[in-house]
């Protein structure tokens, strides 16, 4: 259903910060008070350009990221909402670098960070798309890895 409505057209109820305090939430209704909706705000950081392996750069992209993230670990995760958190965790690393271009490879080192504190089976499906597994080798190599980490 498609509302005919501006954010304009609206009050804030209720507005919080999210736990990270990347974000804040807001909760809103129409003038007509017919209708309530969530509104989300993050803080907006200056172009981040990404140098990819072949040496093209292109722009930061959030939701490129996140799709890459959801593809690769499948359902090991708790939902999109830890997801979220991971992406933010990585981007916020990003922004603190204080440089104008990263690397993809800082990106899925970032990811790999993260995941490893979250989920093991995560972590090793996004390495093995990340790292080009190609043997059961690499899957070996990177498990006896995980296990010299936890000790």
Do not use: C, W
Request: avoid cysteine; hydrophobic fraction near 35%.
């Amino acid at each position: 259903m498609a509302l005919n409505f501006k954010i304009g057209d609206s009050r804030v109820l209720e507005s919080r910060e999210s736990a990270d305090g990347i974000t804040i939430r807001r909760r809103r209704e129409t003038m007509d008070g017919k209708h309530r909706f969530t509104t989300y705000e993050r803080i907006e950081h200056p172009n981040l350009a990404v140098i990819k392996k072949d040496g093209s750069r292109e722009l930061f992209d959030r939701d490129k990221l996140t799709g890459a993230v959801t593809k690769s670990v499948g359902k090991f995760l708790k939902g999109q909402e830890e997801i979220a958190a991971i992406i933010d965790t990585v981007e916020e690393s990003l922004y603190e670098m204080g440089e104008s271009e990263v690397t993809s490879r800082q990106i899925g080192e970032l990811v790999l960070d993260e995941l490893a504190e979250r989920n093991e089976v995560a972590y090793v499906r996004f390495a093995s798309v990340f790292h080009k597994f190609k043997t059961l080798n690499d899957f070996v190599k990177i498990l006896e890895q995980r296990k010299k980490d936890r000790n």
